[in-house]
């Protein structure tokens, strides 16, 4: 499909000279175009300014294009949720309503819920019931302009259901138009049985679980929840060295509920990126900013839990490259609405409109390792692109908590349009 996106009152490019991810001031350069235009071809963008230029540099394609007058609109690249808990069994409200009336995440895992619940669920959920309910959650996604998903497995906390997890994910990957990007997450509890015998479950995802998931190929990233009470820096370092050499990319949830070093081990293990980050120390913080680690930021966590928000004014300030995301799961954050979250981190971590944009688009691809595929329109990128129902970017988060989706162009194909996911006409 030959496609010409014309008279869009703004087109956000998110194109920069840098190289790699985005920090500092970079993070405020979202690169605009006025009254511009994108044009693709296949599946790749072939070239993004006004309209005049192209039709003089591309006279062939245009003359065969369709075209989608974005008169009124803005145009910007796809979002990429970067961090999510996509495949579960069930949903946790009863956990919520404990928690309005007074009991705490903790307390509430401790106890056997939290993320013992949805494991429990999860290993009775089968395969197909998982990719069904994980089918719809995907179609809701992009209707609020995801075109990208990083999927955690760790609610299997055993391999068959960790396996059927991440098979989950592989096959959505194929099936979906999302991409569907998978982290491995054995260690994301420690599991009832194994309780007072921690290093021994660390044993298992070290040398039965990392080496199968391997050889199937079925992540490219690894990630540990280090937190008091759950995995110390000692045993997420195992985990994630071990990774490491089996080829897996770390990740970690760090510094979520109380202060561990999680930011510092991220820095010190080359982390691509350490998640959450609620109460992470000054100290991490520099590091992270010296290693080059992204900090996957997750306001919608905060606002669920009625916790702390994470301090992203200071780490963009510090150098940090920052990203943000859903976190969508079950437990701490049930939304699947990122515009919703970009607001959030206004509001509540100081970032700016446009640091926001640059949070969930470049920095958030670079997160999933695809900063040279997706996350900015430039000429052989991914074709993946947001038509948007508003004036200007200004009013993305000054009309806050709608979705203001009106076509979504993935692989350069109209996937959603009039906010119509177009398999559901
Ligand atoms: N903190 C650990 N894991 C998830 C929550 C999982 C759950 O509560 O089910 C998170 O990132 O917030
Ligand atoms: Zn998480």
Redesign the pocket.
């Known amino acids: 499909m030959t496609i010409l996106i014309k008279n869009a009152n703004e087109v956000i490019t998110l194109k920069s000279n840098a190289q790699g991810p985005r920090t500092k001031e970079q993070m405020q350069e979202i690169a605009v175009i006025e009254n511009g235009s994108v044009l693709i071809e296949e599946e790749r963008i072939v070239a993004v300014g006004a309209y005049e230029q192209l039709k003089a540099d591309f006279p062939e394609i245009i003359k065969k294009a369709e075209t989608i007058d974005a008169t009124g609109k803005i145009v910007m690249p796809g979002l990429v949720d970067c ?1 999510t ?1 996509l495949v ?1 069994g069930g949903t ?1 409200e009863h956990e919520f309503n404990m928690r309005l009336n007074g009991s705490t ?1 903790m307390e509430i ?1 401790n106890a056997g819920g ?2 013992h619940a ?1 494991t429990k669920r999860t290993r009775e959920t089968s395969f197909d019931e998982l990719y069904e309910k994980t089918m719809q959650h995907l179609d809701v996604f992009l209707k609020h302009g995801i075109t990208t998903v990083e999927a955690k497995s ?2 299997g906390l055993d391999w068959e259901t960790e396996k059927k997890q991440l098979e989950v994910a592989k096959e959505l990957q194929a099936a979906h138009h999302i991409d569907v990007i998978s982290t491995f997450m054995g260690a ?1 509890a420690v599991p009832h049985d194994y309780k007072g015998r921690e290093d021994e479950f660390v044993d298992v995802v070290v040398q039965e679980m990392l080496p199968k998931v391997a050889e199937l190929e079925l992540a490219e990233f690894n990630d540990v ?1 280090c ?1 008091k009470g759950v995995f110390t820096p000692e045993q997420s370092r195992r985990i994630l060295e071990a990774g490491k050499a089996l080829g897996l990319t770390p990740k970690i ?1 760090a510094d ?1 509920i109380e202060p561990y070093q999680g930011a510092e081990l991220a820095a010190e293990v080359g982390a691509i990126s350490a ?2 980050l609620l109460v992470a120390s000054d100290e991490g913080i520099r590091k992270m900013a010296e290693a080059g680690t992204i900090a996957v930021l ?1 306001p919608g ?1 905060a606002f669920f839990l009625r916790a702390p928000y994470a301090r992203g004014r200071l780490m963009i300030d510090e150098g940090v490259p920052v990203a943000i995301s859903t ?1 969508f ?5 049930p939304t699947m609405s990122l515009p919703f979250i970009m607001n959030l981190a206004c509001m509540h971590m100081g970032m700016t409109l446009e640091e926001v944009l640059t949070a969930t688009t470049i920095n958030a691809a670079y997160a999933l390792n695809r900063g040279e595929q997706v996350g900015s329109l430039e000429a052989h990128k991914k074709a993946d692109v947001l038509i948007l129902d508003v004036e200007n970017y200004k009013q993305l988060q000054y009309f806050y908590g709608m979705n203001h989706t009106h076509t979504v162009i993935k692989n350069g194909q109209v996937v959603v349009q009039n906010g119509i996911l177009l398999k559901d006409q």
């Open positions: 961090h808990h579960h946790r995440y895992m939290g993320i949805t760790g609610y994301h929840f937190e949830h979520e998640e959450h997750l966590t976190d799961n079950p437990g701490s954050s």
